[in-house]
């Protein structure tokens, strides 16, 4: 079982909708939390970051973390085209610094 | 704004070829890591550095090495390509509150 696990999908979604994209994990140790979107060809970016249960908000990005169930969510509102992309989750244990990775989830907004 | 830069966007070299794939961080960061990128196995870490001319193995760093002779450069190479090392290759820098990737090279060898 890999540490961290995520749908590959691909999700495919009309414009406007709401999405969740959502990882678990495995180890109790995991504490700093970060969402990335990575386009075609490119280098993934961080969108968010968050190292506690609960919810973080950034424009029409939310992330949340629920410890107890070793379960982490990214939502996006009010989805549009140009959010195609594929996005991945990545965590990392408390006193390290290398992260751990899900493969991704691709993301499909259509018009 | 801080910056991951990786010198090559595409290359293509012949198998045997020794290949040096470089990046560069303007961010201060001591952490800098080597991913490859393959459809369906998502990132995989070939090696990290946590200070100049400090390297450690990542997952799969079979037929690679890694220099950091600078805090700002770290460099991965290719003893000797071979046709499975056909990869995005992607350098990042950061730690806990974030890791900034560069734009990725994606090599082919023939």
């Known amino acids: 079982q890999k540490e961290v696990e995520q749908d590959p999908g691909p999700l495919s979604v009309p414009e406007g909708a709401i999405v969740s994209l959502n990882c678990t994990y495995s180890?109790?140790?995991?504490?700093?939390f970060m969402w990335y979107r990575q386009y075609s060809r490119k280098g993934p970016e961080l969108l968010m970051y968050t190292y506690s249960s609960g919810n973080k908000e950034d424009g029409r990005f939310t992330a949340q973390v629920d410890k107890s169930s070793k379960y982490i969510s990214l939502f996006i509102r009010d989805s549009q085209p140009s959010d195609s992309a594929t996005y991945l989750c990545a965590i990392v244990s408390g006193g390290s610094y290398i992260p751990t990775f899900g493969r991704g989830t691709s993301l499909i907004v259509h018009p | 704004d801080v910056k991951v830069t990786q010198s090559s966007r595409y290359l293509v070299k012949r198998t045997g070829e020794k290949v040096f794939l470089e990046c560069v961080q303007d961010?201060?960061?001591?952490?800098m890591f080597w991913y490859r990128q393959d459809p369906g196995l998502g990132l995989r870490l070939i090696y990290f550095s946590y200070d100049v001319k400090m390297k450690e193995k990542g997952d799969i760093p079979e037929g690679y090495s890694v220099s950091r002779e600078k805090k700002e450069r770290f460099s991965l190479i290719l003893e000797s390509a071979s046709t499975n090392q056909t990869s995005m290759y992607l350098c990042?820098?950061?730690?806990?509150?974030?890791?900034?990737f560069g734009s990725g090279t994606r090599l082919t060898v023939v």
């Open positions: 990042a820098g950061g730690g806990n509150y974030g890791y900034t």
């Open positions: 180890n109790s140790a995991f504490q700093y």
């Open positions: 961010m201060d960061h001591e952490n």
